[in-house]
């Protein structure tokens, strides 16, 4: 069954670094997000994208972060200066369409030190 | 205010015996859809079940069902036959179609279930 595939699994970086998060959405889905979770807490919304673009953000997502469709296969979250508060999980997730099931990936657990 | 409310934070289940996972969603979009996801220690996402605000008959998969209740805006996940691998984390979400929220799933702050033998 396909899945949605997410590298790495952990990230550990210093404040003020840059990190990238990689995602493989599954092949035929055309809508991808991502979506954080603090420890012990909710999921949250970060942004969704479609045909290149990003079509819906959260307050969340702001100026520190972006995504990429840099090939036909992946789909990248980049934080710029990562802070303290960034420490979390994300999640990729994909659809096939907007209004469809997504599908989430393993996640990366990121810890900003 | 919430969009998605799960008010059990634990809950305890005998193996074998069903349980009931509670979730009222506050919308005002007619068109709308509610997701129950797992999430065991592992940290992935697990989709469960689905059911649309259209949906004439409450959602059923395997051991999965979704008691609908639209008038009360409630949308409980009911597990049957509980099984120790059920012992998890159990978040439900909801999807607005409006202009605001577009497709993005609101998710509720989840309910960890514990079975036991």
């Known amino acids: 069954e396909p899945e949605v595939t997410q590298t790495p699994s952990h990230q550990v970086t210093q404040m003020g670094q840059e990190v990238i998060l990689r995602c493989v959405p599954i092949?035929?889905?055309?809508?991808f997000y991502w979506y954080r979770q603090i420890l012990g807490q909710k999921v949250e919304f970060l942004v969704s994208f479609y045909n290149n673009e990003i079509s819906e953000k959260s307050e969340i997502f702001d100026d520190q972060f972006s995504v990429e469709r840099p090939d036909g296969s992946n789909f990248t979250l980049k934080i710029r200066s990562t802070k303290l508060e960034d420490s979390a999980m994300y999640f990729c997730?994909?659809?096939?369409?907007?209004?469809?099931?997504?599908?989430f990936g393993p996640g990366t657990r990121l810890t900003v030190l | 205010a919430q969009k998605i409310t799960q008010t059990q934070p634990g809950m305890f289940v005998q193996e074998k015996e069903a349980v009931t996972l509670d979730c009222t969603y506050d919308t005002s979009d007619p068109s709308y859809g509610l997701f129950w996801y797992k999430q065991p220690s592992s940290g992935e996402m697990i989709f469960l079940i689905y059911?649309?605000?259209?949906?004439?008959q409450n959602a059923t998969e395997g051991r999965y069902s979704l008691n609908f209740q639209k008038a009360r805006k409630s949308a409980n996940l009911v597990i049957s036959a509980s099984q120790l691998g059920d012992s998890a984390m159990y978040f439900c979400a909801m999807r607005e179609r409006n202009s605001n929220s577009g497709y993005a799933l609101n998710f509720g702050k989840g309910t960890s279930l514990l079975v036991t033998p």
């Open positions: 997730a994909s659809s096939p369409d907007r209004a469809n099931t997504q599908y």
């Open positions: 092949s035929n889905h055309l809508y």
């Open positions: 059911q649309g605000s259209y949906d004439q």
